[in-house]
Every structure is written in structure tokens, then in C-alpha cells.
């Protein structure tokens, strides 16, 4: 069984570009969620996908975008960069959106600097 | 929605110490609580989790007892290594929330040889 997988671990993109960000969800997991963690911060909740189909936003701007592909893999997108965007990016797959109860299994993450 | 208020850090102990990290929460709904710890350089890992009153978590020699009166899930453990040393959230999830995790600002935790 393999788990959570991101890509790239880092990258350095200027003001104003545009970054994708993947994440390839643990097997048999079909929920995605996508988190942005600033430098000595916790994570924060940027959105939810479930079969493809955004279940749930927090309250980032319409710049970060995301995908859901049919192997339930996962792309994160986010729009004319800001300084304040560079943070790690965590993917998190699990196995079902409508339980509470279960773990969510976090990838190492995908550090962006924005310079 | 949820949120979380944990003790500042850094926290720093001798091994073999007591820990107990506080934590203290607001949930929309009836919560699953969670601890994950980060260890340097890496992602987020389950430490334990609680999902109903009174539930006790424990993993690895860290307990955390369900507290639904004091809206708390507080951290501890006996003896602490220096592999222990790592920075840990705390988390309620509620369907009721949009079954996000919502951490708090997290509690790192030093300890020393």
C-alpha cells in the first residue's frame, strides 16, 4: 500500500506566476483535501474533493483552484502568486467525506517560495 | 466552524519527563478530536484520536482523554525521548464543520539529552 504522494517537494516561483501543485491520494482513498501551512503556523483547510467534485472550501480566494482526476489523484492551482502564498502545501487523502471519525494521511508536502 | 486553542511552545523538557500539552476547543456539531505530530522536516503524522465523550487515545505512550464538559483533549505522556521532540496539533473534525480538521497553531516540543 503507498501512500500520499506530492510533487514537487519544493519550488521557487516570482510575483505573479502561476504553480500546479500534485498529489497522489493513498490507495483506495477517494477523498483529497489540500492545506497551506505559513512557516511556524498550522495547517490551514483550502478545499475538499470528493469523486472529482469540490466538497468544501476555506477561506482562500478563487486564485487556488484544484482537479480531481478518475484515479482520485489531485492538483492544486493556485493564480498570480503572492508573497504571502509561500508555505508548505499538504495533501491529505482518506477514505470517506461523509465520517468524521476517521484519519486523514498527510503527504510530506510541497514547499513554494514566491519571491 | 471549529477552533482551537493550544498552549504556546516552545516547550522545552529533560528526557524522561512529564509532558502535557493543553489543549481546548469550539466545534460546530458533536466533534472527533484528533493529535497529529510533525517531526522536522516531514509531513503530518496521526498520533491518536478520540471520537465521542470520554474516549481515551493513546499511542506510542501519549494519552489523551475526551473531555466533552471542559470542551478538552489535552496531551500527555509519562517519560519523554528525544525522538518525542516535534511539533503537535491538536484538531476537532465535525460533519456538522464541513468534516475538515482544523488545527490549531501547534505546541513544538524540545526536549534535551
Known amino acids: 500500500e503507498t501512500g500520499v504522494t506530492q510533487s514537487p517537494t519544493h519550488l521557487i516561483k516570482t510575483r505573479g506566476q502561476q504553480v500546479t501543485l500534485r498529489c497522489s491520494s493513498q490507495s483506495g482513498h477517494n477523498t483529497v483535501s489540500w492545506y497551506q501551512q505559513a512557516l511556524g503556523q498550522g495547517p490551514q483547510f483550502i478545499f475538499q474533493?470528493?469523486?472529482?467534485?469540490?466538497?468544501g472550501r476555506g477561506n482562500f480566494p478563487p486564485r487556488f483552484s484544484g482537479l480531481q482526476f478518475p484515479n482520485y489523484s489531485s492538483e492544486l492551482n493556485v493564480n498570480a502568486l503572492e508573497l504571502d502564498d509561500s508555505a508548505l502545501y499538504l495533501c491529505?487523502?482518506?477514505?470517506?467525506?461523509?465520517?468524521?471519525?476517521?484519519?486523514?494521511?498527510f503527504g510530506e508536502g510541497s514547499r513554494l517560495t514566491v519571491l | 466552524g471549529n477552533s482551537v486553542t493550544q498552549m504556546e511552545g516552545p516547550v522545552t523538557l529533560s528526557e524522561e519527563a512529564f509532558l502535557t500539552i493543553n489543549c481546548t476547543y469550539t466545534?460546530?456539531?458533536?466533534?472527533?478530536l484528533f493529535w497529529y505530530v510533525q517531526y522536522p522536516g516531514e509531513g503530518l503524522q496521526l498520533l491518536l484520536k478520540?471520537?465521542?465523550?470520554?474516549d481515551k487515545g493513546s499511542n506510542k505512550g501519549f494519552e489523551a482523554t475526551y473531555r466533552k464538559e471542559t470542551t478538552s483533549f489535552h496531551l500527555e505522556k509519562g517519560s519523554v525521548q528525544v525522538s518525542d521532540s516535534a511539533v503537535y496539533f491538536c484538531?476537532?473534525?465535525?460533519?456538522?464543520?464541513?468534516?475538515?480538521?482544523?488545527f490549531g497553531g501547534g505546541t513544538r516540543v524540545l526536549v534535551k539529552p
Open positions: 478520540a471520537t465521542k465523550a470520554d
Open positions: 474533493y470528493y469523486r472529482e467534485e469540490e466538497n
Open positions: 484538531a476537532p473534525r465535525s460533519r456538522a464543520a464541513g468534516n475538515k480538521l482544523t
Open positions: 466545534a460546530t456539531g458533536y466533534p472527533s
Open positions: 491529505a487523502s482518506s477514505l470517506a467525506v461523509a465520517t468524521n471519525t476517521g484519519e486523514l494521511f
